[in-house]
């Protein structure tokens, strides 16, 4: 088992809520896909994005709904410097996930969270578990309470 799948399992047994990481047959690297493969709508889809911020450096992730483009003007009024999409290197070391697979929970460092309002509409979500390959049910409330993330409106 890889060390993303593990921490992001053991994080959620540690939260609680039975959540359950759930294997797929083929990729959810993308909302568009994870969608496909779960049969749901692509607006369920958590799409975690990780933007680097310009004066700290700090790791800032971007829960949106995986239909919604970030408005990164937004993000950053929010967390109150610029940012700028982060590269493989910086999501790796930050939160120790691969692009495509960076979950909401389990990161190795410290991630300031942001949620994307338009979530709060479904009573299930789906969001990556640690592996372009997996993912775990979850409500929008869980997502919150699981990630201490702000919701704001940050659709393009």
């Known amino acids: 088992m890889k060390p993303s799948l593990e921490r992001v399992q053991e994080t959620l047994a540690a939260l609680g809520g039975g959540h359950r990481v759930v294997d797929l047959d083929a990729s959810a690297r993308t909302a568009a896909d994870a969608a496909k493969a779960l049969g749901c709508r692509v607006d369920q889809i958590v799409k ?36 700028e999409k982060a590269d493989a290197a910086f999501v790796r070391a930050r939160t120790g996930f691969a692009i495509g697979g960076v ?15 338009d979530l709060l509409q479904w009573h299930e979500i789906w969001a990556a578990a640690g592996h ?10 869980d997502l919150v309470r699981m990630t201490g993330g702000r919701v704001a409106r940050i659709r393009a």
């Open 103 to 117: 979950a909401p929970v389990g990161s190795t460092g410290p991630l300031t969270t942001v949620i994307d309002e």
């Open 48 to 83: 975690s994005l990780v933007f680097r911020g310009r004066r700290t450096d700090r790791a800032v992730l971007v829960t949106a709904s995986g239909a919604n483009r970030v408005d990164e003007a937004s993000v950053a009024a929010l967390v109150d410097e610029p940012v």
């Open 132 to 141: 372009p390959k997996t993912v775990f049910r979850l409500s929008p409330g």
